[in-house]
């Protein structure tokens, strides 16, 4: 394969992963492109960083009472898996059906939440519905701990529609209603004694006690409804069913989606896209990993104008720039701070600011968050004491024997980004930027000397430019 | 309740902690260790989650739930500070030594809690450590610190001056993988928690291998991550088998003798806290906490992350004179009691 090649590949692995280093992405040339995006698409044995050395090392990762700890394990997992689609799927749901820490107080149960996601997340949409409707965050997050035989709350009903399925428009009130009349009974364990602690933020005596799934067959209303047409006995297991096999949620799963993997907008070569998405939707009985085969091989995913479509979230740029330095591939002093310092950028997880999620696209960039952006990821890659970057100034000295010219050190930083193409007007400026010091010797080069700074310095600058905060 | 196998018998007691949020008083913060001082009070190290790490500290208490005092010199590198704390233990004087495995170094504090001295420097060499863990000095005062990565044990006079040192990185005998917790027995013989090997193993004072236990797994025998080693009076081996958040309980010449789960109830500080909050009280006692869970959850950490009587994270065992045993939980803030007889 050819560098053209390459490139198409690092556009796959910054859509369907956080990004790609040089050598992970010259591994991957070997594969044809249709091959990478099956083994992404079955991340059958994912390898990250082990649980034991994270929970031997920080207590707090092992209790995992407080956000802080819980959002920088995620963190932890997305940097070191060897299976990054698994972990984009996750923050893909979690970003669609939103569950924040705050109202629950429970950080074990959102993450348990991602780990449904991961257990679910690329299988059938009805099951993956089901899931979440036994979720004890998501329960507790809408309410639906108060959804009583006597009593309903609309709440998990209303959004189950609305944004986690169909989208506002194809149903109505009375729909809403029955589908709350269907969820009766659907609660956690011991749910009064954890609502109460939950409102509270109780810890007490002994720290938080996780959650889990209780039906409750004598609070289930089990009377006759009609809901989108079809009447029944219907408990929560046939709503999903009915809600499944509308072409309303074929449509909004395969936007979602292509919204979050292949542009942030859906022009007209891209809606032709989305209909061939939502067919496969049927076809495959709702496999989400079929209907994401069918949009990574469409040919207008591969195209060029598809590339550099889409602003980086604030999570995918966090961990991109952490992978591709090395740092955190061990246990470290101090990872809780990475959750905060996604806070920051926009995007805290396992925080969303609203049920409704992040609001995407070019709302992720105002001009504080972009200075936060790009003063990490700066710091990150011009850091040549990271394992990462180490590596990127050793290749820079084998591939051109130890000496380079401002142009060679460019484009192999350029390179060593993960293939970044960037346009003419930016390369210049690099290109300037270089040649200022004219000539890099990098031969016998020593940790931390100024020739090693030089390139760290221009990794900062390629940090900083339009196409390294777009995927 | 007791579990009990042939002539053993180890017989809850009670339990003692409340989780503490704040920065001092009653209560512990991710308790890692407990030390048991000449006159019987209780020397629990907390290690303290980045929220609370200024306050990084010892609390003391006694068997009565009394809590007497704490002390501690604050989050950092400076002489006496602490930030990762892992292990303690008292000499013959009464000293505490204390293992930090991000500071690379042993501290030592008076029984009161004044800081007297430390030795230690990040490294692979002689008297310097990388990560250590567990400590454990023997009735000569020799000091033994495990080396967790170096995979090592260094053996230490009580003012630091470096006597030997034994282990690698392996599987064989006398080799290790990030060895965790370890004690002296009454004849001088020296246990180290092989904790990414799954096993003890016992050396002679010199470190001459004798013996290892159990392999990895959760059957009656086998380990999970092991992270903590006490020996009674009578040679009886207690092992904190952290991944399966159990105890074990093993022969003197390594079988099998019983296991524990965890049967915690209200320490005092806790029925305290219940009698101020009675809104919570009411909806507690009409929860089960120990419940059946989904297949999905069904692995020791997650049964125990909702059961709050079983232990979670029991990180370290300690015995005292009495043979009574003392189980720290980090993430539940507390230690439970048991009495061998």
């Known amino acids: ?471 | 309740m007791s579990m009990q196998t042939t002539a053993l018998n180890v017989s809850y007691v009670k339990t003692i902690g409340i989780v503490n949020n704040g920065y001092n008083g009653r209560g512990f913060a991710n308790p890692y260790d407990t030390a048991i001082s000449q006159d019987g009070r209780i020397y629990v190290l907390n290690r303290c989650d980045p929220a609370r790490a200024s306050a990084i500290r010892v609390g003391v208490c006694n068997l009565d739930e009394d809590y007497l005092f704490e002390f501690g010199n604050g989050y950092g590198e400076g002489d006496g500070q602490l930030r990762l704390p892992v292990a303690m233990a008292f000499d013959r004087q009464d000293r505490l030594y204390i293992t930090d495995e991000e500071n690379h170094r042993v501290a030592i504090y008076s029984a009161e809690g004044a800081y007297l001295s430390q030795w230690g420097a990040r490294g692979s060499g002689e008297g310097e450590f990388n990560g250590p863990a567990g400590v454990a000095i023997d009735a000569e005062d020799h000091v033994y610190v495990v080396d967790q990565h170096n995979h090592r044990v260094q053996k230490y006079s009580r003012d630091g001056q470096f006597l030997l040192q034994w282990g690698d990185e392996g599987r064989g005998p006398g080799e290790f993988n990030l060895p965790w917790g370890v004690c002296v027995d009454a004849d001088g013989h020296v246990y180290v928690a092989d904790w990414r090997n799954d096993r003890i193993q016992k050396f002679s004072a010199t470190g001459d291998f004798i013996a290892a236990f159990g392999e990895s797994g959760d059957g009656d025998g086998q380990f999970r991550r092991p992270s903590g080693v006490a020996v009674d009076s009578e040679g009886f081996i207690y092992v904190a088998d952290w991944g399966n958040e159990r105890v074990q309980v093993l022969g003197p010449d390594g079988s099998f003798q019983l296991k524990l789960r965890g049967q915690a109830t209200l320490s005092k500080w806790a029925d305290e806290f219940f009698a101020a909050n009675p809104d919570e009280w009411e909806t507690r006692l009409q929860a089960d906490l120990t419940p059946e869970l989904p297949a999905h959850l069904d692995t020791p950490y997650h049964i125990s992350a909702q059961t709050e009587p079983y232990f979670w994270g029991p990180v370290s065992v300690t015995v005292d004179r009495d043979n009574r045993l003392y189980v720290a939980e980090t993430n539940r803030h507390r230690f439970q009691v048991y009495q061998r007889s």
């Open chain 1, 1 to 471: 394969m050819g560098q053209t090649d390459l490139s198409l590949v690092a556009h796959l692995l910054r859509r369907a992963g956080f990004g790609a280093t040089r050598d992970e992405l010259e591994t991957y040339a070997s594969q044809s492109y249709e091959e990478r995006v099956e083994e992404l698409l079955h991340p059958d044995h994912a390898q990250a960083m082990p649980d034991d050395l994270i929970r031997r090392y920080h207590v707090d990762m092992s209790e995992l009472r407080q956000v802080d700890a819980a959002g920088a394990y995620w963190i932890y997992r997305m940097i070191t898996s060897s299976a990054p689609l698994e972990e984009k799927m996750a923050l893909f749901w979690h970003g669609l059906f939103a569950t924040g820490y705050t109202k629950l107080n429970q950080a074990r149960a959102l993450l348990n939440q991602i780990d449904m996601f991961r257990r679910h997340g690329l299988g059938r949409f009805d099951t993956l519905l089901l899931e979440l409707s036994k979720d004890p965050a998501m329960l507790l997050w809408l309410d639906n701990n108060d959804n009583h035989k006597t009593a309903i709350n609309e709440n998990y009903g209303r959004e189950l529609l609305e944004l986690f399925s169909m989208g506002i428009g194809h149903y109505t009130e009375q729909d809403i209603k029955e589908c709350a009349r269907a969820f009766t009974g659907w609660t956690l364990k011991n749910a009064e004694y954890m609502a109460v602690r939950a409102s509270k933020d109780s810890i007490w005596p002994y720290g938080r006690i996780n959650w889990h799934f209780e039906y409750r067959d004598w609070d289930h209303d089990d009377g006759e409804k009609t809901f989108l047409g079809e009447s029944g006995h219907f408990n929560g297991e046939d709503i999903i069913a009915i809600i499944v096999k509308q072409e309303a949620t074929a449509r909004f799963v395969s936007q979602r989606l292509f919204q979050f993997f292949a542009a942030d907008e859906i022009d007209a070569a891209g809606e032709a896209v989305v209909e061939s998405m939502m067919q496969t939707y049927f076809e495959s009985d709702y496999e989400i990993r079929a209907v994401l085969r069918t949009l990574f091989n469409s040919d207008y995913f591969k195209s060029e104008p598809s590339r550099y479509a889409r602003v980086k979230g604030p999570i995918e740029l966090l961990v991109g720039a952490l992978r591709l330095a090395g740092s955190y591939r061990k246990p470290t002093l101090g990872a809780n701070q990475l959750m905060l310092q996604s806070f920051f950028m926009g995007q805290g997880p396992l925080v969303p600011p609203t049920v409704e999620g992040w609001h995407e696209g070019m709302e992720w960039i105002d001009s504080g968050a972009l200075v936060e952006r790009i003063n990490f990821i700066a710091k990150e890659l011009s850091d040549i004491s990271q394992p990462g970057v180490r590596d990127m100034i050793a290749w820079l000295d084998a591939k051109h024997n130890g000496v380079l010219t401002p142009e060679q050190l460019v484009n192999g930083c350029l390179s060593l980004l993960g293939a970044l193409d960037v346009d003419d007007e930016t390369h210049a400026a690099l290109l300037d930027f270089a040649s200022a010091d004219g000539e890099l010797n990098l031969q016998n080069h020593q940790p931390g000397d100024a020739a090693e700074q030089r390139v760290g310095n221009m990794l900062r600058m390629i940090a900083a430019t339009r196409e390294y905060q777009l995927a």
